[in-house]
C-alpha cells in the first residue's frame, strides 16, 4: 500500500514496512529451554522507502538490543544499518550508501537480506550500472561489508576489507535477427571481484617462528553462459578464487573452484531440471579470522545448495547446509499433469512430482609439510593442503534425497497431498557430530472448503528413522498433527503438535492469526524443538524455546 505525493510535477511515492517478532519465554529443563533475564525478546525492523522518476532514497531502522534466541552474539545491537540514495537517468544508475547485489548464481559475489537467518551482509560504498546498449548491462561496485553490529550503536558493524567488483552481462541474441525470430535467447556474464584485506600476525609452526604471509588481494572471476530457445533453458558457470587463506580452511593457500551445469525443459502440463555442481575451497568472506565459523554474515559470496527446501515440518527437520570446502552436488526433478478424464487424472487431474538430490564429498589427497602444525581439518597451514581429481567422489555421502509428491483433488470442496520422502542425513559432516541418519518420511495433507468462508486444512506426518536412532540427541521416530482453520477474510487458527516417539516429548504450538489490509498479527504459545532453519544452503542453529509468541507486520 504505497503512497504518493506530488512536488514541482514529479510524483514521489513512499512505501515502507514494520515487522516485529516477539518471544515472551519460559524456561523448560525436559527441552533444554533457557531462562532469560529480559521479560521478552524481540527482532523489529522499520523501514522506509521513496522513489521518484530519478531519484530514490531508502533506510531501515533496527532494534535487536534484546534478539531471538540463536542469533551470534554481534547481532545484538540497534541503529539504522541500511541507509541509501539512487540516482536513475536515461541509461545509468547510481547509488550511495548501502546496496545488495549478485553477480550471476552468486558464487563470487551474492550480497542479500534473510532475517529468518539473521543475514543482512549488504555493502557500503557505491555502485554504478550502465546500459549503453539494449543488447549489454555493465555494473560497477565497491564498498565494505556489514557484519552485525559489533559493540553495538548506530552505523557500527562493518568488516575490515574492502569488497570491490564489476559485472558484464551481453544479450548476443540481439546481434542476430535469426535468433530472435526463432525465440532464441543467449546472454553471456563475465563477472571479477577483489577482496582487500590489510596482513596480520599469525605463527603456525611449533617452534613459535614460523609467519605466515596473507595476500592482501584475493581476486575471483566467474564466467557464465545461458541459452533459452523454445521449452529448453541450458545455464554453465564457473567461478575461480585466487588463493585465499582463511580461519575456514585451515588458512592453506589452495585456490578456490565451482563449476555448476543446469539444464531444464518445461511444457503445459509437464516439466524437468537436472543439475550438477562441483565446488572446492569456495568459502569467500569479507573477514579472513572470525569469532565463530557458523555466522554467515561475513560471507561475499553464495553456494547454492542443489536439495529441494521441504517446507513439511518433519520433511524439513534435517535441512542441508553447503559444505563451502568442497562437494559435488547432483539433482533432477521431474513433474507431471495427468489430464482431467484420463485414468490416472480423474475427474479434476492429478500433479505428480519427483525429486532426487545426493550431495557427495569430493577426493582430497593431503599434501603434508614437516614442522608445521596441522590444522583442525587435517590440512596444513601455510601450504597448499591438499589436490583434488575432479571428477572423483571422496569417501563421504553428505545427503541423499527422494521423494515423490502427489497432489489429487477429489471435490470441488477436498483435495489431498500425499508424499513420501527417503532421506540419508550425514549429521557428522553437516553439524559435526551424529553419524548417517536414514529416515522414511510419510506425508498427508487434506484441505476442505465447506464454504465461502470456513476452509480446514489438516496434516499428518511420520518420521521413521530406520538408522542413526539417538534418544539423547532427540534423532528418533516422530509423529506430527496439524489443524488450521481459515475463517476469511481476517481469521485463522492454527494447533500442531510434535511428538517425539524416542525420548517421548511434545512440542507443541497454538495461534490466531488477525489479517486485515496491510496488517497481519498472529499471538501463540509454542514449545519449539532445537535444530537448524536454512534456506538456500544456508543454516543457523535455533536453540528449544517455549512461550509466548508474537508477531506484527505491516506494510504500506
Known amino acids: ?5 506530488e512536488a514541482g510535477g514529479n510524483k514521489v511515492q513512499v512505501s515502507g514496512s514494520i515487522q516485529s517478532d516477539i518471544l515472551i519465554p519460559q524456561s523448560d529443563a525436559t527441552i533444554g529451554a533457557e531462562d532469560y533475564s529480559e521479560f521478552a525478546l524481540t527482532n523489529t525492523f522499520g523501514e522506509v522507502n521513496l522513489s521518484s522518476k530519478y531519484i530514490d532514497a531508502g533506510a531501515r531502522v533496527e532494534y535487536l538490543d534484546h534478539p531471538l534466541p540463536g542469533f551470534e552474539p554481534d547481532y545484538k545491537g540497534w541503529g539504522i544499518p541500511y541507509i541509501y540514495v539512487k540516482g536513475k537517468y536515461k541509461n545509468v544508475e547510481v547509488t550511495a550508501g548501502n546496496f545488495y547485489e549478485q553477480f550471476g548464481s552468486g558464487f563470487i559475489l551474492r550480497t542479500y537480506e534473510e532475517r529468518s537467518l539473521g543475514i543482512d551482509n549488504s555493502l557500503l560504498g557505491g555502485r554504478l550500472v550502465y546500459k549503453p546498449f539494449n543488447w549489454a548491462t555493465v555494473k560497477v561496485l565497491a564498498g565494505k561489508q556489514r557484519r552485525y553490529w559489533h559493540d553495538g550503536g548506530p552505523f557500527e558493524g562493518l568488516n575490515r576489507s574492502w569488497v570491490g567488483g564489476a559485472d558484464v552481462e551481453l544479450s548476443v541474441d540481439q546481434w542476430f535477427k535469426k535468433m530472435q525470430e526463432k525465440n532464441t535467447y543467449l546472454t553471456f556474464g563475465a563477472s571479477f571481484v577483489n577482496k582487500h584485506e590489510g596482513d596480520e600476525e599469525m605463527i603456525v609452526s611449533y617452534d613459535g617462528k614460523q609467519r605466515l604471509n596473507f595476500p592482501t588481494d584475493v581476486q575471483a572471476f566467474d564466467v557464465r553462459l545461458r541459452l533459452q530457445t523454445g521449452n529448453w533453458n541450458v545455464l554453465a558457470e564457473y567461478a575461480q578464487k585466487s588463493q585465499d587463506p582463511s580461519q575456514d580452511n585451515d588458512y592453506i593457500y589452495r585456490k578456490g573452484y565451482v563449476a555448476m551445469l543446469s539444464a531444464s525443459y518445461s511444457k503445459r502440463g509437464m516439466s524437468f531440471l537436472v543439475q550438477a555442481k562441483r565446488s572446492d575451497n569456495m568459502s569467500f568472506r569479507s573477514q579472513r579470522t572470525l569469532p565463530s565459523l557458523s555466522e554467515n554474515s561475513s560471507f561475499i559470496n553464495h553456494l547454492p545448495a542443489f536439495t529441494m527446501e521441504h517446507t513439511y515440518a518433519l520433511a524439513a527437520r534435517y535441512p542441508y547446509a553447503t559444505q563451502p570446502d568442497g562437494e559435488w552436488a547432483y539433482q533432477a526433478e521431474l513433474a507431471y499433469n495427468f489430464k482431467r478424464h484420463s485414468f490416472f487424472g480423474g475427474k479434476y487431474g492429478t500433479k505428480v512430482k519427483l525429486n532426487f538430490s545426493h550431495v557427495h564429498s569430493i577426493a582430497k589427497n593431503t599434501r603434508y609439510a614437516d614442522g608445521i602444525m596441522q590444522g583442525s581439518n587435517g590440512y596444513y597451514p601455510g601450504t597448499d593442503g591438499y589436490g583434488s581429481a575432479f571428477f572423483k567422489w571422496g569417501d563421504s555421502k553428505y545427503y541423499q534425497d527422494f521423494n515423490v509428491q502427489i497432489e489429487k483433488k477429489f471435490t470441488k470442496a477436498f483435495k489431498l497431498n500425499l508424499m513420501y520422502m ?61 489443524l488450521e482453520l481459515s475463517v476469511l477474510p481476517y481469521l485463522m487458527f492454527t494447533v500442531s503438535d510434535e511428538y517425539s516417539i524416542g525420548d517421548e516429548i511434545h512440542y507443541y504450538n497454538g495461534s490466531v492469526t488477525f489479517a486485515k489490509g496491510a496488517h497481519r498479527l498472529q499471538v501463540g504459545y509454542a514449545r519449539t524443538r532445537a535444530g537448524f532453519n536454512c534456506s538456500g544452503g544456508v543454516c543457523r542453529w535455533v536453540p528449544a524455546s517455549k512461550g509466548v509468541t508474537m508477531s506484527y507486520n505491516f506494510n504500506f
Open 1 to 5: 500500500m504505497a503512497q504518493e505525493s
Open 422 to 482: 527417503n532421506q540419508f542425513y550425514n549429521k557428522t559432516a553437516v553439524e559435526g557430530h551424529g553419524g548417517m541418519l536414514h529416515n522414511n518420511i510419510y506425508v498427508a495433507e487434506g484441505k476442505y472448503q465447506f464454504n465461502d468462508k470456513f476452509t480446514l486444512r489438516a496434516e499428518a506426518q511420520y518420521l521413521d528413522m530406520t538408522s542413526g536412532v539417538n534418544n539423547e540427541d532427540g534423532d528418533c521416530d516422530c509423529v506430527y498433527g496439524l
